[in-house]
């Protein structure tokens, strides 16, 4: 993701500080509360209702235990002119059973209560779980790992903080169980809603026979009404925008980090990541885009649903995709296919865009190839069988990496935010980040993307690759960012980057900038072709799925030049203050010290280092 306008917030962490917030592996899906955990084994019990921790603060009410989510068939039946999903609009998920379930549950936000003009405002009409009836309700998230069970009668186990403990004006002392949907973006305003209690956004099903352990079932959930957006920990809204022009146009989908349940229900945590089927039928005259490859387009004759006809669009995306990269905008929409190297390159923009604005968008979103087959010779081979961008009307206020379809929205494109938003398809997408505290790991990456373009532009300028001088001026590039960002003062150091609150979840500093120095720092003390052979072999290792901090910082240490157990001790140092230490404000004497200034620092370089 990236944020279009520049006003970061000044801030100052007063989050509760968890060291060790990683997940270890492979362990999200043991984690939260089972309720009837003492039955655990042979019997059967409710799935648990989150995928976070005790103590987690952020999104902590998202996901879904009790199963593994595999694919998700996603019907529309929209009527783009009035912004509604019509009688017979429903999703298909299928997922295996981790244990005996007697319930399990979804996310679903069907109502605002932050934004009652642009939030949703749906139904569900029944439930189906393999065919048969199932009942269904809506119930509050309580905080994750609460010893008394996710029925806990006290009013102080789902409330909404930023923090943990709540606090709030109880000074309720146990952790939050959703985050807050702020009404303004102020940093001063950031903790006036802790304490609120948490919407009821947990759809528990029901299912008329418990489900056997390992067997893979079908969840179908019928459900009409408006979508919408979600408003977040920071203020800011995320999730189906309402596009009105031309009048009536559609929807816009850019969802992180938790808004895809604010059009669909589903398993709402980045580290579910089932593959999608859409088959979305729409107003005649609208373009649907999804994830993956657009397989059919099928116009129907006008019926009582859709006077004026209508249209169903078939996409398929054959790899996994979590849960806040899911594409699905529809509108009005100029889109062209070009293939390159193989793959298909999507290239849409929303038609009412003037000649000019397109013809100048689509000189950018021409550049997509180049970028894909540079950044692959940092990150190893492009991940996907497709790529594309989207060029959306309205506002919403970041740019997504939706999975092979990228959104830029406000109807412009930039080459930076393409670069950024490009690299993201191998971080974040192909391998996920197994908790939101992990956003960062993802960012810096993106943004070493834009660093890159960067260099890569000093190094045209120097004559290109095949020059010395060219890889000097590239070298330089880097060096120069680092040490530009390396002498932040204010609020640069202040914040963890692997301990965020919902406010600060997409800091220009500790999510962006200060993760992105630090891998142009690992590129320094690994080498290139090392710092490229790290990059590739997480790929392959951790590809289509999730990845821990403890697994990423294994990955780089696997590739230390000096690979003694003090230099990996060393490393280990290094990622300790540039991704898990609050410093004060402007830094103070102990920011980080090894690699820094000139990325000349004492412990990797020279005698006695670990460079060699
Ligand atoms: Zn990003």
Redesign the pocket.
């Known amino acids: 993701?990236?944020r279009h306008r520049s006003g970061t917030a000044v801030a100052v962490t007063l989050a509760f500080l968890l060291p060790g917030l990683g997940l270890g592996a492979g362990s999200a899906a043991l984690a939260g509360t089972s309720g009837t955990s003492a039955s655990a084994g042979q019997g059967c019990f409710a799935g648990a209702r989150t995928l976070s921790r005790l103590g987690d603060h952020v999104y902590p009410d998202t996901g879904n235990g009790g199963y593994t989510s595999l694919h998700t068939n996603v019907d529309l039946v929209y009527d783009a002119t009035t912004n509604r999903f019509l009688r017979g609009n429903h999703v298909i998920l299928t997922d295996r059973a981790t244990h005996c379930l007697t319930s399990f549950s979804l996310d679903f936000e069907r109502r605002s209560t932050a934004n009652v003009s642009i939030g949703p405002d749906m139904r569900v009409r029944s439930v189906t779980v393999n065919g048969a009836r199932a009942s269904f309700r809506f119930v509050q998230p309580t905080y994750p790992g609460d010893p008394n069970g996710p029925n806990d009668p006290n009013p102080l186990a789902h409330e909404a903080s930023e923090n943990n403990p709540v606090g709030g004006p109880q000074h309720n002392p146990l952790p939050p169980a959703c985050s807050p949907e702020l009404k303004s973006t102020s940093f001063a305003k950031r903790n006036s809603q802790n304490g609120e209690q948490c919407p009821a956004n947990k759809l528990v099903i029901t299912p008329a026979a418990a489900i056997a352990n390992r067997s893979v079932f079908t969840v179908r959930v019928n459900y009409t009404g408006r979508p919408g957006v979600h408003t977040d920990g920071d203020g800011t809204t995320e999730g189906w925008f309402r596009s009105d022009k031309p009048r009536g146009d559609g929807g816009f989908v850019t969802t992180e980090p938790v808004g895809t349940e604010d059009w669909m229900p589903l398993n709402d945590h980045p580290s579910a990541k089932p593959t999608y089927d859409f088959d979305d039928t729409v107003t005649a005259g609208r373009t649907v885009l999804a994830n993956g490859i657009l397989e059919s387009r099928t116009k129907h004759a006008p019926d009582a649903k859709f006077p004026h006809g209508s249209v169903t669009w078939r996409w398929h995306m054959a790899s996994p995709v979590a849960s806040y990269l899911v594409e699905d905008s529809v509108g009005h929409f100029n889109l062209t296919q070009r293939m390159v190297d193989g793959i298909p390159f999507y290239e849409a923009q929303a038609s009412s865009l003037s000649a000019a604005r397109q013809k100048k968008n689509l000189a950018i979103m021409n550049k997509q190839p180049d970028i894909t087959r540079f950044e692959s010779k940092f990150n190893g081979p492009y991940p996907f069988g497709s790529d594309g961008v989207v060029v959306g009307r309205p506002s919403a206020s970041f740019e997504e990496?939706m999975e092979t379809m990228i959104t830029f929205a406000g109807g412009e494109i930039d080459t930076d935010t393409l670069y950024?938003?490009n690299m993201?398809q191998w971080w974040g997408d192909h391998v996920t980040e197994a908790n939101y505290n992990l956003t960062f790991y993802k960012?810096g990456m993106?943004t070493l993307g834009e660093f890159l373009y960067h260099a890569r532009l000093a190094q045209h300028a120097a004559g290109g690759p095949g020059r010395a001088a060219g890889r000097r001026a590239f070298q330089r590039s880097l060096v120069k960012r680092f040490n530009g960002l390396y002498k932040s003062k204010g609020g640069f150091w202040t914040i963890a980057p692997s301990n965020p609150t919902p406010y600060s979840l997409f800091d220009e500093d500790s999510t962006y900038a200060r993760p992105g120095i630090t891998y142009v720092a690992l590129r320094q003390i690994l080498g290139h072709a090392n710092f490229v052979r790290a990059l590739t072999q997480l790929q392959r290792q951790y590809g289509g799925g999730v990845i821990t901090e403890a697994q990423l910082e294994a990955g780089f240490r696997r590739w230390l030049p000096n690979r003694s157990a003090a230099c990996g001790a060393r490393l280990g140092q290094f990622f300790t203050q540039w991704f898990d230490t609050a410093y004060p404000r402007g830094g103070g004497a102990n920011r980080p010290q090894i690699t820094g200034p000139g990325l000349a620092g004492p412990g990797f370089y020279g005698a006695g280092g670990c460079t060699r």
């Open positions: 993701m990236a990496e950024h938003e993201h960012e993106a």
